[in-house]
């Protein structure tokens, strides 16, 4: 998580832990415990999506290159068989189509282009199973290309997938904290002027408020740059 977010966020907790504190003495003007329960809402609810972004992988959780091969097997089998249908039904469409070759499939092909090629096949084959049970095209050997071709499908879309979802995660993060300083901004801090006479109170406050200031934040984040 972005350390100017996370330094904001702790910020904010001290803040929550002075307000709780203080709070019998706060809960004189009947506005306040509304506005701490509020508060706190709002710090639980951030707690919960910063738990979420640290737990969503920064790499794909599975291998890749296993799956592949895996794929590149079954393909081989499902390829030869519409290989030599294609040759004896004298299928010329088919023919050109079939990739039949280990080399080809495990070598030359990049990711995206087996992934394809896998999906072709599969779409090619479905309708002639039948057909292709007499050159050996067995429902097992079909239902295993089906669940290959998924796994390694998935493999290949899980990295977008994880950035997006981390993406809209911290996002949220962001309009969390932006919902507490507003808090703090246009209700707490008026409020707590209430309590100036109390310096203990109100130093403590504000020394806490202090840390979440927008003039710090901008320091931090000069700092880091």
Same mark, same amino acid.
């Given at each position: ?6 330094? &904001? @966020? #702790? ?7 002075? /307000? ?5 003495? +706060?809960?004189?003007?009947? !506005? ?77 092909? &990049? @990711? #995206? ?7 072709? /096949? ?5 309708? +002639?199973?039948?057909?292709? !049970? ?92």
């Amino acid at each position: 998580m972005n350390k100017t977010i996370s330094a &904001r @966020h #702790n910020a904010n907790q001290q803040v929550l832990i002075t /307000l709780k504190k203080y709070e019998p003495q +706060l809960s004189v003007v009947p !506005a306040m415990p509304n506005m701490i329960m509020k508060y706190q809402t709002l710090i639980t609810d951030t707690d919960g999506l910063i738990t979420k972004a640290d737990s969503i992988p920064s790499k794909t959780a599975g291998n890749k290159n296993m799956a592949r091969t895996d794929l590149v097997a079954v393909c081989l089998k499902a390829s030869n068989i519409l290989k030599v249908y294609a040759f004896i039904s004298k299928n010329e469409n088919l023919s050109n189509f079939v990739v039949h070759t280990e080399s080809q499939l495990s070598v030359q092909m &990049r @990711h #995206n282009e087996i992934l394809n090629y896998s999906k072709n /096949l599969l779409e090619k084959i479905t309708p +002639l199973a039948t057909e292709l !049970a007499n050159y050996g095209l067995t429902e097992e050997l079909l239902a295993v290309l089906v669940r290959e071709v998924a796994e390694f499908e998935g493999l290949i879309n899980e990295p977008r997938q994880l950035i997006n979802e981390r993406k809209t995660t911290n996002e949220l993060i962001e309009d969390k904290i932006d919902e507490i300083y507003s808090l703090l901004t246009n209700q707490i801090d008026p409020l707590m002027e209430l309590f100036n006479d109390d310096k203990e109170l109100y130093l403590a406050y504000k020394s806490a408020r202090m840390i979440v200031d927008p003039a710090s934040r901008k320091r931090t984040e000069s700092a880091e740059v």
